[in-house]
Antibody, heavy 122, light 107 residues
Framework: QVHLVQSGAEVRKPGASVKVSCEASGFNFNDYVIHWVRQAPDQRLEWMGW????????EYAQNFQGRVTFTRDTSATTAYMELSGLTSEDTTVYFC???????????????WGQGTPVTVSA | DIQLTQSPSFLSASVGDRVTITCRASQGIGNYLAWYQQKPGGAPKLLIY???ALQSGVPGRFSGSGSGTEFSLTVSSLQPEDFATYYC?????????FGQGTKLEIK
């Protein structure tokens, strides 16, 4: 079965960084792109970007550029999202998700990890 | 950025009802439209991809349609497990935006 399992809840102080992991199983990790999405307190979903697990290429949403870094460890079939300069506005749940696509026709995200709550508090 | 506007934001319905949620894009997005269902405390779950393709394992009472800038998700006969929040997402242009969500509640 295809699964993405994320690391557990994190608590950080303002100004600190957090690194969330997303371990893949049930598929060839190197063949896929992994996206990161967060969910604001008002429940709106916000796309953060993606990493190509095979070649390490990345795309970052402009709202997060300079503050977020995606990496991966192919031997561990795990993707990572590191967010720096944390503020209280970064307190939310972070999800990873695998991209599927049909070239030139469509793309979508499936499955999703279970989510990692991050709390930023002094 | 491409804006996605869902309507309604809240929907109250009964078991057995037929409901439709609309997602309007600020510009054309081709077939790059997906629908997700999310229950409290859970992750989004893919229901529909490429506007109208039903994800494997998703009940046939869910269907998607639309083109250009107007898309919809229909549930033909609501079941108790369908009461959740639904999101559309466009994956045609960066950033890959989501609608604000439609919370489907039991009447």
């Amino acid at each position: 079965q295809v699964h993405l399992v994320q690391s557990g809840a994190e608590v950080r102080k303002p100004g600190a960084s957090v690194k969330v992991s997303c371990e893949a199983s049930g598929f060839n990790f190197n063949d896929y792109v992994i996206h990161w999405v967060r969910q604001a307190p008002d429940q709106r979903l916000e796309w953060m970007g993606w990493i190509n697990a095979g070649n390490g290429n990345t795309e970052y949403a402009q709202n997060f550029q300079g503050r977020v870094t995606f990496t991966r460890d192919t031997s561990a079939t795990t993707a990572y999202m590191e967010l720096s300069g944390l503020t209280s506005e970064d307190t939310t749940v972070y999800f990873c998700a695998r991209e599927l696509f049909t070239s030139g026709w469509s793309r979508w995200l499936d499955p999703w990890g279970q989510g990692t709550p991050v709390t930023v508090s002094a | 950025d491409i804006q996605l506007t869902q309507s309604p934001s809240f929907l109250s319905a009964s078991v057995g009802d037929r409901v439709t949620i609309t997602c309007r894009a600020s510009q054309g997005i081709g077939n790059y439209l997906a629908w997700y269902q999310q229950k409290p405390g859970g992750a989004p779950k893919l229901l529909i991809y490429a506007t109208a393709a039903l994800q494997s394992g998703v009940p046939g009472r869910f269907s998607g349609s639309g083109s250009g800038t107007e898309f919809s998700l229909t549930v033909s006969s609501l079941q108790p497990e369908d009461f959740a929040t639904y999101y559309c997402q466009q994956l045609q242009a960066y950033p890959y935006t989501f609608g604000q969500g439609t919370k489907l509640e039991i009447k």
